[in-house]
Structure formats: structure tokens, C-alpha cells
């Protein structure tokens, strides 16, 4: 490798956070396991939230944001990885607590990496991103609460537009399930349909949370937004439904009582995509490999270079990105 290369790298002034890129060395990595050379990362909302300095994610500068990345071992310390070795990582607050995918190269935890599966390459895998395996978490918390695509009923799917809902939209659909995906954005319709949904939910429809009890509605959910939103699906519910809440783009509060899950016995499953065991993760991505149509995944794709992103930090939050961002890391 080069000895000198490119990366992202944050500062804070005043408070105020400034983004610059510069050229890095390996000394200047922090401490891990393993070097990898870093092809593919992605830009989801956290990563708009860090570029802007919003929400406390990142205590200490400087800071190399990128919250996940894919790419190639160059040296390891551990027996798992050898050079030439394609690797994932997602989670375990790298691009906020640990330097992260908008670099180069990263250096990392071995325990942090999971192999990459057959049937994907480094830019598929980042195409499904943090996204995509939070996506595919929440289907798997659903199949193991019993929710199946021979019953009655649809699953909701809300932030539908958004990564984690566009590729959940995907995956229910080609299981067999009859997805109704919500989203705000009246642009978006056609581009959801074409990922399979069956109906369309505006948005509005699901913000009384108000009533803590509406008519039976959804046989499953998948929320990404949370707060009211989150609360009013939950009083919609069928019997025993169950809906995995992987989102806080609404906010951390819940206005919601206890009525559904006493009177319909729902069940609310929390999805978590950074502690996530090593087992589920790499179960979860040989799922992606093999349940994820890759065609409906490319439509849903859009590819920026490392050194143009700055901009797409500040559209994403402003929620004027459709589907995933993938970041070619080297064309810096």
C-alpha cells in the first residue's frame, strides 16, 4: 500500500464541526486487529447527523466518520482474516466511537468483521449497508415471532423510501409477504411499487397517536421513524401482531400506552444493529445473499465518490434522498 493516503477527517472548532479531507498514514489509524483496504461505505441518516455535528454522536476529534464499510484485508493479527480476505463491517459505533469507512483504509477489531458471503461483492454488500442488515434483522425478529407470508394480512413497512425500508420492502416481498409501504413523498409511489409493495400509505395517515386503539390493520411492521408514528401502528395491530422498531428518526419518545399489548397482545421488538452477536450477524448476511433480489437492490442504488459526499450529508436529513447511497471510499 501507499504510505500516504486519503480519508474524511472532522475537526471541532467552537463547537461547530468542519470537514476536510487530508492525507493520512497507518500510524495515524487507530488501534485493531486487522488493516483493511476500504472499497465501498455507504451515507445513511447517522452519517448526515455526524458530517453536521448534530446529536452528540461523536465525542472525540479528530474523527473519520463512516458508519459501515466493505473491503479487503491487508494485514491481520488474527487467525480468522488473511490478506486478500473480503470483509463487512457494520455496527459496534465504528464512524462514531472508532474511525470509521470514509478513509482509504481502517483498522479495526477482528471481532468487528464478519466474512463476505457467497453470492455478494463488496459493493452489493455495501448497497445493503447498516441498512440493509438492520432491514434484514427486523425480517428475521418477525419469522421468529411466528409472523409467516402464508397468513392473513399485510406488513407495513414505514420510512419506506428511506434505506432500511426500501431494502425491507424488497426482502418481504420476494418471501412472499404483501408489503403496504408508507412514505410522505407522493415521488416515491412508483418507485416503491416497482420494489414490490402492494399499497401505499401516506405518511399522515399514521400520526394520531392519540387513540390507543384503531382498527385491526397489519399483521406485521417494520418502523424506521418511531415516536408517534411508531405508537399509532401499534394501535392498529392485528391479534398478536408484531412490530420490529429499528428507528429513531422521529424521536426517542413513544406516546403510546399499554392497551395494545395488553388487549391484542402485540409485540414490540427492539432491532439493535450495533451490539449485535457475531452468530446473527453473519446469518443475517448469508440471508441477505441469498433472499435479496440484487435487481431491485441496483434501482434503489445511487453511487457517489468519497471526495463529492458532503452535499448528500445535508439532502439526507433534509429527506431528499430515495433508497441507499453507496461510496466509492477510493475515488478520493
Known amino acids: 500500500m501507499a504510505d500516504k ?12 464541526v ?44 479528530p474523527h473519520v466518520p463512516g458508519v459501515d464499510f466493505a473491503g479487503e484485508v491487508v494485514s491481520s493479527g ?53 441498512a440493509g442488515f438492520t432491514s434484514m434483522l427486523a425480517v428475521m425478529a418477525l419469522e421468529e415471532q411466528g409472523v409467516s407470508p402464508d397468513q ?30 408508507s412514505t410522505g413523498r407522493k415521488d416515491t409511489h412508483d418507485y416503491l411499487r416497482g420494489l414490490g409493495a402492494v399499497s401505499i400509505v401516506d405518511r399522515s395517515e399514521l400520526e394520531d397517536a392519540s387513540k390507543p386503539l384503531l382498527s385491526e390493520r397489519w399483521l406485521g411492521a417494520i418502523d424506521s421513524v418511531g ?49 449485535c452477536p457475531y452468530e446473527k450477524r453473519v446469518s443475517a448476511w448469508d440471508r441477505l445473499a441469498q433472499d435479496l433480489p440484487m435487481v431491485g437492490l441496483d434501482s434503489a442504488t445511487t453511487k457517489v465518490a468519497l471526495r463529492d459526499i458532503l452535499p448528500w450529508g445535508e439532502k439526507i436529513l433534509k429527506g431528499q434522498v430515495r433508497g441507499r447511497l453507496l461510496i466509492n471510499v477510493q475515488d478520493c
Not at 5 to 16: A, C, T
Not at 106 to 119: K, N, T
Request: charge should be negative; charged fraction near 20%; include cysteine.
Open 78 to 130: 488474527d487467525g480468522r482474516y488473511a490478506p486478500g480476505d473480503q470483509v463487512i463491517l457494520t455496527g459496534w459505533r465504528v464512524g462514531e466511537a472508532h474511525w470509521g469507512g470514509y478513509a482509504q483504509y481502517a483498522r479495526v477489531r477482528a471481532d468487528w468483521l464478519v466474512p463476505m458471503p457467497d453470492g455478494l461483492d463488496g459493493a452489493h454488500a455495501m448497497a445493503i449497508g447498516t
Open 227 to 275: 415516536s408517534s408514528t411508531l405508537a399509532h401502528v401499534l394501535s392498529e395491530m392485528k391479534y398478536h401482531g408484531v412490530v420490529a422498531a429499528c428507528g429513531l428518526a422521529g424521536g426517542p419518545d413513544l406516546p403510546a400506552t399499554v392497551i395494545p399489548f395488553l388487549l391484542r397482545g402485540v409485540r414490540l421488538i427492539g432491532i439493535d444493529s450495533v451490539m
Open 152 to 181: 392473513d394480512g399485510e406488513i407495513l413497512v414505514t420510512g419506506a423510501a428511506g434505506g432500511v425500508g426500501s431494502v425491507a420492502v424488497s426482502i418481504l416481498t420476494k418471501l412472499g409477504y404483501r408489503v403496504a409501504a
Open 18 to 61: 468542519q470537514a476536510e479531507f487530508q492525507d493520512l498514514s497507518v500510524d495515524d489509524l487507530p488501534d485493531g486487529d486487522v488493516l483493511v483496504r476500504v472499497d465501498w461505505s455507504t451515507l445513511n441518516y447517522k452519517d448526515g447527523m455526524i458530517l453536521n455535528g448534530l446529536g452528540r454522536l461523536v465525542r472525540h476529534y
Open 5 to 16: 493516503f486519503r480519508g474524511l477527517v472532522l475537526s471541532q472548532q467552537d463547537k461547530s
